[in-house]
């Protein structure tokens, strides 16, 4: 049957106040006083840079190497403990996502506490305690400090490894990786960074079906006795305590961890791009693209450049500065364009990303490119330049408000071998940047010719658009896992001979017959989905040949009632709101979308097949790829499961549906399971029951 997409309707009222604060030199009042008209056209000077001074902190290292710094804040009584493990990246390849899952086991118990009686003694202090794939963070009042170290140097040293643990972590990450494949931000960025970085690169790996699945506890147990170690630990600890304190706890409770050589490999940077290289991630239903320009930079945390570097990507992209200027408020092609350029030890990396029409795909993308240009061409203006570097120290004097602020840069000082005042004069350096500077940063930097151009959007209205700024003039496709595929064998053939006519026909037949469909006069659907934790009901009517009528509910509380007389009326009401009458293509859409049975008359509507062939989708289905054109000449993709010949999934510019537990009523199938996605939004939409004949009134599909 056809599908039919419910809309949620959302409304979000935003204050947002404008306030503007002046001091002015008092004047005499005069007689006839001048009205002052503000410029907003004329950018306001920025003030100078704060004078801020660091927080001290104290230090020392146990006998085991574990390095210890101390931030002591007496302002409220609570002490905070992160340990960072600092490990050089390791490739996993097969087993991608194993120091993730190491990570996520060492809070699921410990040799002496399951993880419930974990769970319990953190809540009866009031605590909190994570761990992670590169250490731990705990944090708690100071009168139960003894009590939270205990917790943690038994989770850090003597962590079980539970097997049925590392299931639930799996279930859950198996669930997590379904929905990125939907959410065209999180495509972005797993494709993105095993196109920069290369996939065999710790940072160009993501974890993925066949890695989850592959992960041990065995394999969690080697990878920790593998890295975990105090010689290479940093811990930063903040709050209400004293140092002598702090090296009696970490003697206790950490002074037993025992060092041992840590098996490490050279990280090489990955060369960037020779040329602009074009990557399109096929999503059919996409109705805007998500675009991303990116190379590895080799940029060391505190070198020279490090600063200049970072005011030359603020002024192009760092906050709504030029890229954010010349996409949202010059062309209105977006909501937001920003960049980042990352120090790393071993890979930093440049990237610039936005989401845009697909209609202007090629003027975003031209756009970011003359502005990634013209930071090496031309000087950047003073007032520009002061600006942002009183912005970037204005923030840096915001974080200092943050203890933990001073504690992560004593671990940096000594993790990336920085000068003892690196901090300390870090806004003399910062406003000593210049405009010559960042042109020279500009032109080490920022590459507008070596990039890795990646959109992830329809491919059939974008791509044509991308295939000139390739410089090879051909266009690389990946599907959402990584894999790399030619568009022109993604389809194969279908027998000699079969139409999309005959598909539909097979379709028919499968699902009860034409006779069978013939008989149903009207349809009633009730439904639920869960939202936030919440059942919502969905129930859906529909008479022959073209009313419809839907009820959005929980409980008793109506949220949304949308109704079509069949004709020419559709009325839609929310939260009890007046009654609105719909026009234009809402109702235009709704006289197609409503009709009944439309697959028995096609022709009839006006509505264009073509079989396109067959194509791989889901769980290897192989399945016949029909689309249909609207008189309005709107398209959506159906595909037939090519051994069942039910309907499995369809893509229109809403999103996508898929349909699965087909069961029989009144001798006609029904999918009683749907699955819809809608951008980064997945709805699973399960039938409780369906009933047919039930004579249903006309005034049902009337809201007055």
């Given at each position: 049957m056809k599908r039919y997409i419910v809309k949620a309707l959302f409304i979000s009222l935003v204050l947002l106040p404008s306030l503007l604060y002046s001091q002015a030199k008092k004047t005499p009042v005069s007689k006839n006083p001048q009205k002052q008209v503000l410029d907003r056209s004329i950018r306001p000077l920025p003030g100078p840079a704060p004078v801020i001074n660091i927080g001290k902190y104290e230090s020392f290292t146990l006998a085991n190497g574990l390095k210890v710094f101390v931030v002591e804040n007496n302002k409220i009584p609570r002490v905070s403990y992160s340990l960072t493990i600092d490990y050089i990246p390791v490739a996993e390849g097969e087993l991608a996502g194993l120091a993730d899952f190491t990570g996520q086991l060492l809070r699921t118990g410990t040799n002496t506490r399951t993880k419930d009686q974990l769970d319990e003694e953190i809540d009866f202090i009031g605590a909190s305690l994570y761990t992670s794939s590169n250490g731990l963070y705990a944090s708690g009042l100071k009168k139960y400090n003894e009590q939270l170290l205990q917790l943690m140097s038994d989770v850090l040293l003597n962590p079980s490894f539970n097997a049925e643990e590392l299931e639930k972590i799996r279930t859950r990450n198996l669930s997590g990786l379904e929905a990125e494949k939907t959410e065209p931000s999180a495509i972005s960025q797993r494709i993105g960074k095993m196109l920069v970085y290369g996939k065999d690169h710790p940072y160009g790996e993501s974890m993925n079906e066949s890695s989850i699945k592959k992960i041990t506890t065995d394999q969690c147990k080697s990878f920790y006795s593998t890295y975990f170690k105090p010689q290479i630990a940093y811990m930063a600890i903040v709050g209400d305590i004293s140092l002598e304190e702090a090296k009696a706890g970490m003697e206790k409770y950490f002074g037993n961890w025992q060092k041992s050589d840590v098996i490490s490999k050279a990280l090489n940077t990955p060369a960037k791009p020779a040329a602009k290289v074009v990557a399109i991630v096929d999503r059919p239903e996409a109705i805007q693209?998500?675009?991303?320009?990116?190379?590895?930079?080799?940029?060391?945390?505190?070198?020279?450049?490090?600063?200049?570097?970072?005011?030359?990507?603020?002024?192009?992209?760092?906050?709504?500065?030029?890229?954010?200027?010349?996409?949202?408020?010059?062309?209105?092609?977006?909501?937001?364009?920003?960049?980042?350029?990352?120090?790393?030890?071993?890979?930093?990396?440049?990237?610039?990303?936005?989401?845009?029409?697909?209609?202007?795909?090629?003027?975003?993308?031209?756009?970011?490119?003359?502005?990634?240009?013209?930071?090496?061409?031309?000087?950047?203006?003073?007032?520009?330049?002061?600006?942002?570097?009183?912005?970037?120290?204005?923030?840096?004097?915001?974080?200092?408000?943050?203890?933990?602020?001073?504690?992560?840069?004593?671990?940096?000082?000594?993790?990336?071998?920085?000068?003892?005042?690196?901090?300390?004069?870090?806004?003399?350096?910062?406003?000593?940047?210049?405009?010559?500077?960042?042109?020279?940063?500009?032109?080490?930097?920022?590459?507008?010719?070596?990039?890795?151009?990646?959109?992830?959007?329809?491919?059939?209205?974008?791509?044509?658009?991308?295939?000139?700024?390739?410089?090879?003039?051909?266009?690389?496709?990946?599907?959402?896992?990584?894999?790399?595929?030619?568009?022109?064998?993604?389809?194969?053939?279908?027998?000699?001979?079969?139409?999309?006519?005959?598909?539909?026909?097979?379709?028919?037949?499968?699902?009860?017959?034409?006779?069978?469909?013939?008989?149903?006069?009207?349809?009633?659907?009730?439904?639920?989905?869960?939202?936030?934790?919440?059942?919502?009901?969905?129930?859906?009517?529909?008479?022959?040949?073209?009313?419809?009528?839907?009820?959005?509910?929980?409980?008793?509380?109506?949220?949304?009632?949308?109704?079509?007389?069949?004709?020419?009326?559709?009325?839609?009401?929310?939260?009890?709101?007046?009654?609105?009458?719909?026009?234009?293509?809402?109702?235009?859409?709704?006289?197609?979308?409503?009709?009944?049975?439309?697959?028995?008359?096609?022709?009839?509507?006006?509505?264009?097949?073509?079989?396109?062939?067959?194509?791989?989708?889901?769980?290897?289905?192989?399945?016949?790829?029909?689309?249909?054109?609207?008189?309005?000449?709107?398209?959506?993709?159906?595909?037939?499961?090519?051994?069942?010949?039910?309907?499995?999934?369809?893509?229109?510019?809403?999103?996508?549906?898929?349909?699965?537990?087909?069961?029989?009523?009144?001798?006609?199938?029904?999918?009683?399971?749907?699955?819809?996605?809608?951008?980064?939004?997945?709805?699973?939409?399960?039938?409780?029951?369906?009933?047919?004949?039930?004579?249903?009134?006309?005034?049902?599909?009337?809201?007055?």
């Open positions: 693209t998500t675009l991303s320009l990116g190379y590895p930079v080799d940029l060391k945390p505190g070198t020279e450049d490090a600063i200049k570097a970072s005011v030359t990507n603020t002024i192009l992209g760092g906050g709504t500065f030029r890229l954010f200027n010349n996409l949202r408020e010059k062309h209105a092609y977006t909501y937001g364009a920003y960049s980042r350029l990352t120090s790393d030890r071993y890979a930093g990396i440049f990237q610039a990303t936005t989401e845009i029409r697909n209609s202007v795909t090629d003027s975003a993308l031209n756009e970011i490119l003359y502005e990634m240009k013209r930071m090496s061409e031309e000087i950047v203006p003073q007032d520009e330049l002061s600006l942002v570097k009183n912005y970037i120290s204005g923030n840096f004097a915001l974080s200092l408000e943050n203890p933990q602020t001073v504690a992560n840069f004593a671990i940096n000082t000594a993790r990336y071998n920085l000068p003892a005042d690196y901090y300390v004069n870090y806004l003399k350096n910062l406003a000593a940047v210049s405009a010559d500077d960042v042109k020279a940063m500009a032109e080490k930097y920022i590459l507008p010719e070596n990039n890795y151009i990646l959109a992830v959007g329809n491919a059939s209205e974008i791509a044509s658009k991308l295939l000139p700024f390739a410089s090879n003039k051909a266009i690389r496709y990946f599907d959402v896992e990584g894999n790399e595929y030619d568009p022109a064998k993604k389809l194969k053939d279908a027998p000699a001979g079969m139409t999309a006519e005959d598909v539909n026909k097979a379709y028919i037949d499968a699902i009860g017959g034409e006779k069978a469909l013939l008989k149903i006069k009207d349809l009633t659907i009730n439904a639920t989905t869960n939202m936030q934790g919440m059942t919502i009901g969905m129930d859906i009517f529909r008479k022959a040949p073209a009313k419809y009528m839907m009820k959005v509910s929980a409980g008793t509380t109506v949220f949304q009632q949308i109704a079509f007389n069949g004709i020419d009326e559709l009325v839609m009401s929310a939260m009890g709101g007046a009654p609105q009458k719909m026009e234009g293509e809402e109702l235009e859409n709704m006289k197609s979308e409503a009709q009944f049975n439309p697959e028995l008359r096609y022709k009839e509507l006006g509505i264009g097949l073509a079989l396109e062939g067959i194509e791989t989708i889901g769980d290897n289905i192989e399945a016949y790829k029909v689309v249909l054109t609207l008189p309005s000449g709107k398209q959506s993709t159906r595909y037939f499961d090519t051994k069942s010949n039910l309907l499995i999934k369809e893509i229109s510019q809403q999103g996508s549906i898929e349909y699965s537990d087909y069961r029989e009523v009144n001798k006609v199938r029904f999918p009683f399971k749907m699955k819809q996605s809608m951008g980064p939004q997945i709805m699973e939409l399960n039938v409780l029951a369906i009933k047919v004949n039930s004579k249903l009134s006309d005034d049902l599909f009337i809201i007055k």
